[in-house]
């Protein structure tokens, strides 16, 4: 079965700084990877896509990922952090691009910008 | 455009009556969609996969009689949470995948949190 891993639960960085946040993944083929951000009491939004091809992705908000197959990861980051980035981020893989397939989602990693 | 809205936002309830969460793809025709509930601080956990114009197909552990899910059109799907219990306070959150689309890309609604008094 498929599974995410976001080894932290919790980072705080200073505004200005860069971030990154950790995702591994378990799936035997190539999986379709997604971040997605969540503010408080608000629904999803999606940073980034990779499905296939280059393995550095970007996505809104400055934020890139990139994929390594060799470390099952798909880590996210962000040269410099804005205070408006304090937010859950969740990590999340798609089994193939069948319709029925859901997303299974990492426990989610959540940022605090200080000044 | 790919927009998904659910009504309502937020909802209190009193403790065994039966409330309905709507959940509808506003410029695109979703031929499945998925029910999410997330819990404070936790991650999303998917409920259910709902196909149009089939039953839906529940996750493990997911009570169907308690959770019910029609999806009658391309643009809408519902859950019904039938007897509330404060137990089923949470965090409902749908996506829906666009039929025109060729990677299984989901858009999330703004979700639904239900308070059962």
């Known amino acids: 079965a498929q599974s995410v891993t976001q080894p932290d639960i919790h980072i705080t960085v200073s505004e200005g700084a860069s971030l990154e946040l950790r995702c591994n993944y378990s799936y035997g083929a190539t999986p379709y990877l997604f971040w997605y951000v969540q503010s408080p009491g608000q629904g999803l939004q999606l940073l980034l896509k990779?499905?296939?091809?280059?393995?550095l992705v970007q996505g809104i908000k400055g934020f890139e990922a990139e994929f390594k197959r060799s470390q099952s990861s798909f880590n996210l980051r962000k040269p410099s952090v804005h205070w408006s980035d304090a937010a859950e981020y969740f990590c999340?893989?798609?089994?193939?691009?069948?319709?029925?397939?859901?997303?299974?989602f990492g426990k989610g990693t959540r940022l605090s910008v200080i000044a | 455009g790919a927009v998904v809205s659910q009504h309502p936002s937020w909802v209190i309830c009193k403790s065994g009556t039966s409330v309905k969460i709507e959940c509808r793809s506003l410029d695109f025709q979703a031929t499945t969609m998925f029910w999410y509930r997330q819990f404070p601080k936790q991650s999303l956990m998917l409920m259910a996969t709902?196909?149009?114009?089939?039953?839906?197909?529940?996750e493990q552990g997911v009570e169907k009689d308690k959770f019910l899910i029609n999806h009658a059109s391309l643009t809408l799907s519902t859950l019904t949470v039938t007897s509330a219990h404060p137990e089923d306070s949470s965090f409902y959150i749908c996506?829906?995948?666009?039929?025109?689309?060729?990677?299984?890309?989901?858009?999330f609604g703004p979700g639904t949190r239900l308070t059962v008094l």
């Open positions: 999340a893989v798609a089994q193939g691009n069948s319709g029925n397939t859901p997303l299974v």
């Open positions: 996506s829906a995948r666009a039929l025109a689309l060729l990677y299984n890309e989901q858009f």
């Open positions: 990779y499905f296939s091809g280059d393995t």
């Open positions: 709902s196909n149009e114009g089939s039953k839906a197909t529940y």
